[in-house]
């Protein structure tokens, strides 16, 4: 159960990720209108960065600006301003003149409306007139021309000049039910599946006076449907009211400025138009020569340019004597305001406050020049595909590489594909959005590296709980900040050894026979100092055994005084244990108990080994295996035979000699080795090295087992006795040369005989 825990865990830094990569995708699908204008947002963005730039093409904005209102009056002006307006434009050379502006009731500043309205106030006693006047108002009323109709007269008179000129009048669709249809004054011709479920619908219009559409040469919609966030962004070139399709006022201005007759809508499953069995709606549109490029909507994106001087014209410079007839000459001129009093304003990416009208003479620039920005129709499947494959590659690459990598591959690729976007919105006028998928990517990227951040916060306290009791704090640190340098399974290393066993124990022991806890007590303060003295070097304890300690150093981390800190630690060793009898003493005395002092020995060595995690799957130590270990353990053993407290090997003592007074026990096979080893005891540290009774001391030494081996037993036993002048701490090894002296002097070894002794004890 344990293995299975351990391997889902180890699966979260793949699960949460792919859990993400599911959502992600799944809100992709759904698009949720929080996205789409997070989307928008960035094309604004683009927009604003690089607009379009101005193409001269034969469109223009008549402006009803406030300083038309300030000289020609408050709006709406007289019918028969606007014929004259008309009559002025089209002399001078203009072609299609579209309004942005429906004129659903009479003109209340027309004679006869306003004769009418005079004559029929309460106040107005008609009886009191004199029957001059009343004589007189009948034939006002009859005989002066309708502004309405006056109006609609030069409408008229435009449209039969020729195929292509004309007035385009402007209507307004509504959601509200009613009876007004506006005319209808093109044919359309539908190619592929019906386009008219996709259209936006509305229920009844706002239609102009009779009059005044018969006589137009084209009816369009001016209805503008900004995005959800309030900004106009795309633009309808069709609606429906029931079965009946109506065209927006920029195409139908283009219809009449063409001279057509006829809207091709080509939609889903259209010659050449690939659909996949599904029906999507509208894909193009058509007009004349013009093809327009649309959604399923039918509508498109308006690539806003920033106002440019000669696209604009205010209406009262038509009224001027000096107007400029090439202004306006072969022309579509879209009639709309940009006064705030007159509320015609619409938002868009460059102008929170444009005119309504410079948004269709805006579309109608574009189906001119045909420049279209599009977003491609498999902008969503490169967008879904790209969050897909960069999810997964990240999924499966992060855990394996490493943060890093993965944060240079997932911010390299949101970098890569932003470019992308912005050279296929400059150079293709394609819109794609890389943030989202951006996002999504380095979501992915975060929510993995965080995983394997806790993971490997995980394993950091795991080896700080497994290493705590046997390493110093510093060096858990070290090994929690660096997991990866405990290679688990073991590796070979270099490394030096410390066994280290209390003298006597046994009969320690049984003078706590009737008082185990207080063996357990003495054990503790025997082990804590000396355990302190190791991890204080840097040392590992590999285990207590008994009254036995097991150190070893360079693992898991490196230590190149690997040789010096187990030196140093011996002899610290022996200097906490020096305090720590004190403190005994005292106490037995207090106490009036038998006094124990306690006595160690020391055996370090260096050398080859393995070290790392040793046992089963179920259990396992960081531990070392190696004939190196043996020796030492080996050479600790014979610290009590040679009388000294330390005894180490030649290894060590080549890498330490310099640092330690060490001095040379003797030339030995230890039990269970053939091979003979020299072994060594440190004295002091390096201020010894200096001290002329220690180099006495080890030049009368030296000589002594130079005369040893040499079996000169005279000079030798004469060497002891110097040696011990020398120095009395020793008595107890140069007893035990004197007792091989006397030994080989009655038992006389093999004439050659190298000086090598053969433990028989450990």
Not at 253 to 262: I, K, M, N, Y
Not at 274 to 283: A, K, R
Not at 712 to 722: E, G, H, I, Y
Request: aromatic fraction near 10%; charge should be negative; include cysteine.
């Amino acid at each position: 159960m344990s293995r299975v825990i351990r391997f889902m865990k180890r699966q979260t830094v793949y699960v949460i990720p792919a859990l993400m990569l599911l959502a992600a995708l799944g809100l992709c699908l759904e698009d949720p209108q929080f996205l789409q204008v997070f989307r928008l947002k960035l094309f604004d963005l683009y927009n604003q960065l690089q607009p379009r730039e101005y193409q001269q093409v034969p469109v223009g904005v008549l402006d009803i600006d406030d300083e038309t209102l300030a000289r020609g009056g408050q709006w709406p002006w007289p019918r028969s301003r606007l014929a004259e307006m008309l009559a002025r434009l089209f002399n001078a050379g203009t072609k299609v003149v579209a309004f942005d502006i429906v004129f659903a009731e009479a003109d209340r500043t027309s004679p006869r409306q306003a004769l009418s309205i005079w004559l029929n106030q309460p106040k107005l006693d008609m009886e009191k007139l004199t029957p001059e006047a009343r004589a007189f108002s009948k034939p006002i009323l009859e005989s002066i021309p309708d502004h309405d109709a006056a109006f609609a007269d030069i409408i008229g008179q435009i449209r039969d000049a020729a195929k292509d000129y004309g007035v385009v009048a402007g209507m307004v669709l509504t959601p509200e039910p009613g009876d007004d249809r506006p005319a209808v004054k093109a044919g359309f011709a539908i190619n592929g599946d019906d386009p008219m479920p996709f259209l936006t619908r509305f229920e009844s219009a706002v239609v102009n006076l009779p009059a005044i559409e018969a006589a137009a040469s084209g009816v369009g919609s001016f209805n503008l449907t900004p995005e959800t966030d309030g900004i106009t962004r795309r633009i309808p070139t069709f609606f429906r009211i029931g079965e009946k399709i109506y065209p927006s006022l920029s195409m139908e201005a283009l219809r009449v400025f063409q001279g057509a007759s006829t809207y091709i809508l080509k939609s889903s499953g259209a010659n050449l138009e690939e659909n996949f069995g599904q029906s999507t709606g509208l894909n193009h549109v058509k007009v004349g020569h013009l093809e327009v490029p649309v959604d399923g909507e039918g509508r498109f994106w308006v690539h806003f340019a920033k106002e440019t001087p000669g696209r604009v014209i205010p209406l009262w410079k038509v009224f001027e004597d000096d107007f400029d007839p090439s202004l306006v000459a072969g022309k579509i001129l879209f009639l709309g305001t940009s006064a705030a009093g007159l509320k015609d304003l619409r938002a868009t990416p460059l102008n929170p406050a444009a005119a309504g009208v410079d948004v269709h003479a805006q579309a109608a620039e574009q189906m001119l020049s045909g420049h279209f920005m599009e977003r491609p129709d498999w902008a969503d499947g490169m967008e879904k595909l790209f969050i897909l494959v960069m999810g997964l590659g990240l999924i499966a690459l992060t855990p394996r590489f490493g943060a890093v990598p993965g944060a240079s591959i997932s911010i390299g690729a949101v970098v890569a594909t932003t470019l992308m976007s912005w050279y296929l919105y400059t150079d293709r006028l394609l819109l794609v959005d890389p943030i989202y998928p951006g996002i999504v990517v380095l979501a992915i990227y975060i929510s993995s590296s965080t995983i394997m951040y806790f993971q490997t916060e995980a394993e950091r306290e795991r080896v700080r709980g497994a290493f705590s009791q046997y390493l110093s704090p510093a060096l858990v640190e070290q090994l929690a900040e660096e997991p990866d340098r405990l290679r688990l399974g073991g590796e070979s290393r270099t490394m030096s050894f410390l066994f280290c066993d209390v003298r006597g124990f046994t009969s320690i022991s049984e003078t706590f026979k009737s008082n185990p806890q207080g063996l357990t007590r003495l054990i503790n303060r025997f082990l804590t100092p000396l355990t302190n003295a190791i991890l204080a070097r840097q040392g590992t304890i590999d285990k207590y055994m008994g009254d036995c300690i097991m150190a070893f150093w360079n693992a898991p981390l490196d230590d190149p005084e690997h040789p010096q800190h187990a030196c140093e630690s011996a002899l610290v060793m022996f200097e906490e244990l020096e305090l720590l009898n004190k403190d005994l003493e005292a106490e037995a005395l207090e106490n009036g108990e038998e006094y124990k002092p306690l006595n160690v020995g020391v055996g370090i060595n260096t050398g080859d080994c393995v070290v790392g995690n040793m046992g089963s799957e179920q259990r396992f130590d960081y531990s070392v295996l190696g004939d190196a270990v043996n020796l030492a353990s080996r050479l600790e053993g014979q610290s009590k035979n040679y009388g000294v407290g330390i005894v180490i090997g030649e290894d060590t003592e080549a890498m330490v000699g310099d640092d330690f007074a060490t001095l040379e026990l003797d030339l030995i096979a230890v039990k269970g080795k053939a091979e003979a080893v020299r072994i060594h005891t440190i004295l002091g540290r390096k201020d010894m090295l200096e001290r002329q009774d220690f180099k006495t001391l080890k030049e009368q030494h030296s000589a002594m087992l130079e005369a040893y081996r040499g079996q000169d037993w005279p000079k030798a036993r004469k060497l002891v006795q110097s040696c011990r002048s020398a120095d009395g701490s020793y008595g107890e090894l140069y007893d035990m040369y004197e007792e091989r002296i006397d030994f080989y002097l009655e038992n006389p070894p093999e004439p050659d005989w190298d000086g090598v002794f053969v433990a028989t004890t450990k």
